[in-house]
């Protein structure tokens, strides 16, 4: 059931995708970096919060913001901006949990990661609750009331907090102060949070590129002049208001939460939050075949660490080794490994690995499936595209009909380089990769370490002996197959006007990586 409902989010964001890249660079796709939005959007709402904070009177709170609501040269667009950017910031965490969910990284050792971005949503929500109440119009006057209406029920004051809306006093200072307090530690919270999401991710990226953040910005400030926040008439406890303005993005819930029974609420609330929190565990897969941890072949590992180097979630580090051999040796812990096989690609004696995928399996399944049909044929149907089985489907089926001999794989990070040097010495006429884009995959760095290791030298490089004019690495985002499609034909045509590649007897592959066995005495 789990997964049928992945598939079905995995498909309405592709969807989306398609719409976003027809409008703009696949580059810039917010949808695909909406967790480094949401993160970029934090430090916007702690620099325009320092701002009102300053002008803020927890004495005369309506007033002051009033006041700096009416300032036409800073405080009303920043405090427009801070508005919005609340909002903005709510939809991009959402957004960003169902593309991990949709990729079904929502699980095993990424649990941490998904609990925690439960817990940081819950807490935006709470401080953009505060944050209503303190600039005390209407609409904060009407969270203030249903919130003290909730609380009330439970067993934890000793005093309805109800009691200071009835409006036979004035409203305490020490109210609005609670509510401050609250608005500004919540988000000290938060960055304890956001430590704890990406704590297990090795080199996160916690920003999006530079381009991207100014455009958030820029939109911002300008919806902020063009429509500036909404602010109500200031709040008074003797006169009910006939309307108040509802934000959807963090009260959605109020018109329900005012005709329902506050333990209805609670109970609402609580199988929501434990829903959230449980995906990890509803998610999960068996630890075997697709799913499971990598391991290491302590004969074939020299010790080189690239593999650490490598792996996304800093599941593998290097301990002494127990057969005598001088050098240290990679140990593989399952508890961080997420399957994702980006170090069998790292590993230039194929030692290390998923079972099935290391590079010594992907050697064997390049020569049992693909080379005995590269021995004959034109150079078009010699040619192999290489797809990550996230790629549109539309662009893997087209390579089939133009002749191409396609081979997935599950995410091109996980292509050794020695794979593609036997299908180019063994009768390949080119080899055309195509992968996802780099801030949508799975794997994280797939399509980088992927570039790094045919064309720049990174371990296990693509050795000098083969032709890089028969390779080319492209990224095939959704929705724009027909763009990735006639970049395969330019590269059709270019390996059209090589010289045919000389087939050599059979090579193995193998025998240029292995390990030297360590001389008597060392």
Known sequence: ???????????????????????????????????????????????????????????????????????PWLGGWMRGVHRYATDVFLLAAVVHGFRVFGQARSWGPRARAWVTGVVLVGVGLACAWTGFVMAWDTFGQRLAIVGARLFDVLPVLSEPVARIFAGDRAMPSAFFFLNL??????????????????????????LPPRRLQWAVSAGLVILAVVIPAPLGPAADPLRLPAATVLNLSSAWW????????????????????LLAIAVPWLA?????????????????????????????????????RTDGRPTLVALVDPALCVSCGICAASCAPMGVGPEGRTGRHQLFRARTELLPQLREGTVDSRIVAVCCSQTDAMVRKHFGSVG??????????TLHTSVVELLLRQGASGVFIAGCPPRDCAAREGPKWTELRLFHDREAELQERVDRRRVHLTVAPA?????????????????RALEGPEVEDDVDIR???????????T
């Open 1 to 71: 059931m789990i997964a049928r409902v992945e598939r079905g989010v995995r498909r309405l964001l592709r969807l989306l995708d398609c719409a976003v890249h027809r409008l703009s660079d696949w580059r810039f796709n917010p949808l695909h970096q909406s967790g480094t939005i949401a993160a970029y959007l934090l430090l916007v709402l702690s620099v325009t919060g320092l701002y009102l904070i300053v002008f803020y009177r927890v004495g005369s709170p309506s007033e002051s913001v009033q006041r700096i609501a009416a300032d």
């Open 181 to 206: 307090f609250v608005h500004i530690g919540l988000p000290l919270l938060m960055g304890i949070g956001l430590w704890l999401h990406v704590s297990k991710v090795a080199r996160p990226v916690l």
């Open 254 to 273: 109020l018109p329900l939460a005012e005709r329902s029974s506050p333990w209805l609420v609670w109970g609402a609330a609580a199988m929501l939050t």
């Open 284 to 320: 999960r897969r068996s630890r075997s075949e697709t799913f499971a941890p990598s391991v290491v072949d302590p004969r074939l590992c020299t010790g080189c660490d690239q593999c650490t180097q490598d792996c996304p979630w800093g599941a593998i580090t290097m301990v002494p």
């Open 404 to 413: 191409a001999r396609l081979h997935e794989v599950p995410c091109i990070g």
């Open 479 to 495: 929705g724009l197959a027909g763009e990735t499609l006639a970049e395969y034909a330019n590269f059709r045509d270019a390996v």
């Open 511 to 521: 025998l240029l990586c292995e390990p030297l066995e360590p001389e008597a005495g």
